[in-house]
């Protein structure tokens, strides 16, 4: 594994009496897709939302770059190269699709770093192309279907030009089918390279998914959480065997 | 000779090209011309001074749309921003002696102080709680205003302020002039990407911060710009009507403002602006059913929130104009194919 290039450390979150994230650990490095599972409620939605700055940790840090960006804000931290989609999609639903694109377009960092565009509506069309949603540019968003919306919400991450990319239940709600196209676009963009006017860092990922399965292919490390807590952490097929994780998902006992 | 041959002509085309097409287009320039020519039909002082009210209100509400409607920060002590730009311009015409060309944008810029002033303490609230704190704090300027009645006239207001033109009709003129500038300088605004950021954080604010964009940042600027336009109409209302008194605070007309962008429909901007011209006129012509004015003018607005829950006019567009499917470029309703791109309309 290379140098860390996001490193967490000893992070808490507690809600009231619940500790959703319970002094965990980890770190990625530049060339890494990891794999984040755990059982519903096992707190890896609360960890990358700690990480993007949408909550606060109670204590632990985070250091991205070897630069702290804990207790920055969302918007600081997503133009350190940090983007993340949301598990319950979220876009401007009264905007037409190519503006939800757009405003990712208009953050300084992707301004910055697409100074020879002349139009943000030429960047955005190349982010909703390379997501396979360019021929709706011009609808509106409350218009897409769940697998649709997906794809909207990468395009959306993407056009920061990402160094690090966080995608929460990326396979939600897709058939098996949207779902291979999906893995197939996530591999490509971790290849980076241009696609357009629009330029692939080839970002480290993070993918959270509750299904195993899904992960198998595309993570190169998977880090279990439940309660909290890593459980397990190693590659696709050491996860698979380990007790640890059959005991989270299978409960225990004979089967 | 030949240049202005030229000009003709390409006023020609883009009359027959782009204002022609669109029943829309062809009412902003009816209007405009409305507003151009009404001098030369009537020289009736009243007429002329209902109409110049209008146009300052009319920049008045659509500065609230500007703020409410696109970025949804509502706002219910509008009254602020315009009573601010009253008292800033009249205190400058008065003290300082600056003339009206100076002080009415100093009062635009006074207000930007006082939407920087209330828009730092209001980011981190929303909905409910933004508007009653915004609800509150024309209330504590008027007790300021009563507490200092040597500086601001107390309850009678600052009078004797210059006018912003001797004549009515040129009164008139450069207001109107102002209003239609203004109005397109807003729209334009609402129309760029500013415009479109705007839009994004009324739809959700969260999402836009996780694009990577200050939403922090473009709240406050929606809080100054639209307390800059609206200090500009509060300045032209204290020149015009050469007095800046309590009732530019008023609740009242915080909340006639409101009720102008929901009746034309918020976030248009052309919305508000077609609404004052209708209400504010009505208004006056129901003055003579004094005790039934009010009645009336709730039974019109109940009339067009029960059927009209977008308000009249982007009501009233949808009516005559059609979206194209495909292109999604504007077309009128009696077309079949869009005129673009020539794609089926029915």
């Known amino acids: 594994m290379g140098e860390a290039f996001l490193e967490v450390m000893g ?63 969302t918007w600081d931290i997503v133009n350190r190269g940090i983007a993340c989609t949301f598990q319950n999609m979220r876009p401007f639903r009264r905007l037409p ?31 909703l192309e390379f997501a396979g949603i360019s021929d709706m540019a011009l609808e509106d968003a409350s218009t897409l279907s769940q697998g649709d919306l997906k794809r909207l919400e990468v395009a959306r991450a993407i056009a920061t030009e990402p160094e690090l990319l966080i995608l929460d239940e990326p396979f939600g709600g897709l058939s098996p089918a949207e779902t291979e196209l999906m893995a197939k676009s996530i591999h490509r963009l971790h290849k980076g390279g241009r696609f357009g006017r629009l330029h692939s860092e080839g970002p480290a990922m993070i993918i959270i998914v509750h299904k ?32 640890k994780v059959i005991e989270a998902y299978l409960g225990e006992g004979e089967i | 000779m030949d240049l202005i041959r030229f000009y003709v002509r390409k006023l020609f085309t883009v009359l027959k090209n782009e204002v022609i097409v669109l029943p829309s287009r062809v ?14 039909f009537t020289n009736n002082q009243y007429t002329l001074r209902i109409f110049t009210l209008t146009c300052i209100f009319a920049i008045l509400a659509a500065s609230w749309d500007l703020l409410s409607g696109f970025t949804g920060q509502i706002n219910f002590g509008h009254a602020l921003f315009f009573g601010v730009g009253a008292y800033a311009a ?34 981190r609230l929303r909905g409910t709680y933004l508007a009653l704190t915004t609800l509150a704090f024309p209330i504590i300027l008027m007790g300021f205003v009563f507490a200092f009645p040597d500086l601001t006239g107390g309850e009678l207001g600052i009078s004797g302020i210059e006018r912003i033109a001797r004549s009515r009709v040129t009164n008139y003129y450069i207001v109107a002039g102002l209003m239609f500038g203004l109005c397109t300088i807003m729209w334009k605004i609402t129309d760029s990407n500013t415009g479109i950021i705007f ?69 248009t901007i052309y919305g508000p602006v077609g609404a004052v011209f209708i209400l504010f006129p009505l208004l006056e012509f129901l003055r003579f059913w004094q005790e039934y004015r009010t009645l009336m003018f709730a039974c019109v607005l109940i009339v067009i929130l029960l059927y009209m829950p977008d308000g009249l006019f982007p009501w009233l567009r949808d009516k005559i104009e059609t979206e194209c499917p495909r292109c999604k470029i504007r077309n009128i309703a009696t077309r079949t194919v869009c005129r673009v791109c020539s794609a089926s309309l029915e």
């Open chain 1, 97 to 127: 699709i190519i503006a939800n694109v757009m405003v990712s377009c208009l953050s300084p960092r992707a301004m910055k770093r697409g100074e020879w565009v002349k139009r943000i509506e030429a960047k955005a069309m190349d982010a």
């Open chain 2, 199 to 267: 839009h994004a954080i009324r739809e959700d604010e969260l999402a836009v911060r996780a694009s990577g964009v200050n939403t922090t940042r473009y709240k406050l600027l929606a809080f100054c710009l639209s307390g800059f336009f609206a200090g500009i109409a509060g300045g032209l209302y204290a020149h015009f009507m050469r007095i800046a008194g309590p009732s530019t605070l008023e609740v009242s007309m915080s909340f006639l403002v409101v009720i102008w962008a929901v009746f034309g429909g918020v976030a």
């Open chain 2, 90 to 123: 009249a205190m400058s015409n008065l003290h300082v002696h600056l003339p009206p060309w100076a002080s009415i944008p100093l009062g635009g810029l006074v207000a930007v102080l006082a939407g920087l002033i209330i828009g730092i303490p209001c980011l």
């Open chain 2, 27 to 40: 009412v902003v320039v009816v209007f405009f011309l409305f507003l151009l020519l009404l001098p030369v």
């Open chain 1, 11 to 73: 992070l808490n979150k507690q809600f009231g009496g619940l500790k959703a994230v319970n002094d965990v650990n980890f770190s990625v490095a530049r060339e890494e897709i990891l794999g984040l599972i755990g059982p519903n409620g096992a707190g890896k939605t609360t960890l990358v939302r700690l990480i993007t700055g949408i909550l606060k940790a109670d204590s632990g840090s985070i250091l991205f770059k070897k630069r702290e960006i804990t207790g920055k804000k």
């Open chain 1, 212 to 243: 195993l399965q899904q992960l198998m292919k595309i993570a190169d490390r998977i880090i279990v959480l439940n309660f909290g807590t890593i459980i397990a952490d190693g590659t696709p097929v050491e996860i698979v065997n380990n007790s």
